[in-house]
Structure formats: C-alpha cells, structure tokens
C-alpha cells in the first residue's frame, strides 16, 4: 500500500555535471520500499496543480530515501532549489521492482542515472560476485561509482568517445563477461536499468543464454498509480502498465 509521506530534506548534493542526490528523511518509506520501486515526488516551488514527478530509489536505509536525478526540465529544475530543511511530499513505494535475491552471478547493467535502482539492489542483495557493467557518452556520465565499488561491486565501464574505460557501448564489456561465465558453465542473472536501446539489448542476450532477465523500463510514469495509462508498455501479456506491472519486467515478456 503506497505511503503519502512529508519528507524533510535532508541534503541536497551534486552527483556530477547536471545530476543531483537528494537525500530525505521519510522512516515510513525507507522501510517499506525495495530496489526497483519507485516514488511520486510533489515537487515544491511548482503550482499545486503541477502533476508529480516520477524517480527511481537510489537507497533506502536508516530512515533516509535518496534520489539519484539528472536536471532536465522545469520539474527537476524546480526540485534543484530544495535545500536541507525544506519539506517534500513523497508517494511511494510505486510499481514492482527487482527480484530480492540471485539465481546466478549478479549482472548490472546501467546507463546514465539508470544506475540509481542498481546501487539499491547491490546493496540489498549483498553478493560478492556482483558486477557493474556502467555505459556513458562520456565521463560525465559515470554515476556514483565509488558508492557501487564501496558495496564490494566488480565495475566495469565503457563510454562512447573512450574518455574513461572501454570505448564503445558498454554491451562490449557485457558481452565478454558473458562468454567467460559460459565458458565457465556458470549461471548468471541480467538486471538492467537505463536508455530503451540498452535495456533491449540487455533482454536480448538474457533470452538468447536462457538466463533471468530484469528489466526496469523508463516511461512518463504520470499518475503512479494505473489510472492514466500514459505508461503503457507492449507485453506478451497485452499492454501493461509499467507504474502498475512494472516498471520491472521479465525479458522474455517484453514485445519491442
């Protein structure tokens, strides 16, 4: 059952060029929410009829929720003015999120702030073999890394114009951990998060190895709650809503 909490901000700090953590003091939320999840969050400063906007849970412990987002409009725009102190109101936990353990080797793939969900799953599901496959266009794009390698993450990057890691995609580096788990006969479970080219990608090969496949799909998640429709993603199933269904769905019942 979703929880309208007054949240307090209880810092607001850069998280590279254009990206920012936002950290609240919500104890109702932090303990009812898991990795995958998300919350509506009313953004202050905007008129009280502005809808709310969607986000992805970074980590949720001690009481505190923390948001990983990038400035992209005149919401997030907004919610970049809030300073420690301020109240925000926040809707949540919305939707399905990601499994709570591992069949398999852990497989992270992420693009962008589609690392958010991926670092409160790491740290939930507390395995050693856990690796972080992280793409960018450059650098800049490389999110809270040193957080996932404090967690013990095996990271792993790759960025389009080679300013730091492998260049390229980072299905490059996806791929040859894969060939070398098979090659090992080993099983391995693919969780992803990011840009709809690399969430394909990744329920591609999760279906082609025969191997679980989770994937955290970004859509304008308007409402939060099913009743809009605005978020609707093809299914084997039919149309599913992701802020309903999802936004966390098997590989094999995703139609592109």
């Known amino acids: ?40 969050v009313r ?51 919305l939707g399905h999120g990601f499994p709570s353990a591992s069949k398999g080797v852990p497989l992270l793939v992420g ?52 300013s730091a890691g492998e260049k390229g995609f980072v299905t490059g580096p996806l791929d040859a951990a894969l060939d070398e788990l098979r090659g ?7 969780f992803t998060c990011g840009p709809d080219g690399l969430l394909k990608a990744v329920a591609d090969r999760a279906v082609a190895a025969g191997m679980p496949g989770w994937i955290s799909m970004d859509r304008h998640m308007v409402c939060g709650v099913g009743a809009c429709y605005a978020c609707i993603q093809k299914t084997v199933h039919g149309n599913s809503r992701c802020c309903v269904e999802g936004p966390v769905f098997k590989a094999e019942d995703l139609v592109w």
Do not use: C, W
């Open 1 to 40: 059952m979703a929880i309208n909490e007054n949240a307090t901000v209880a810092s607001h700090d850069d998280a590279g060029p254009g990206y920012r953590f936002l950290v609240l003091d919500a104890t109702r939320l932090a303990s009812a929410l898991v990795p995958g999840q998300f919350v509506h």
């Open 43 to 93: 953004v202050p400063g905007l008129e009280p009829t502005a809808l709310r906007r969607p986000f992805s849970v970074f980590d949720a412990d001690d009481g505190k929720v923390t948001l990983l987002y990038k400035v992209v409009g005149r919401g997030t725009a907004a919610l970049a003015t809030a300073r420690a102190g301020d109240e925000v109101e926040v809707l949540g936990p």
């Open 111 to 162: 693009g962008g702030y589609g690392v958010a969900p991926l670092h409160f799953l790491a740290k939930r599901l507390k395995d050693s073999r856990t690796i972080l496959f992280v793409g960018g266009r450059t650098k800049d794009d490389l999110l809270a890394l040193d957080r996932f390698e404090a967690l013990g993450v095996d990271v792993r990057i790759a960025t389009n114009d080679g």
């Open 184 to 190: 090992r006969g080993e099983p391995f479970e693919l």
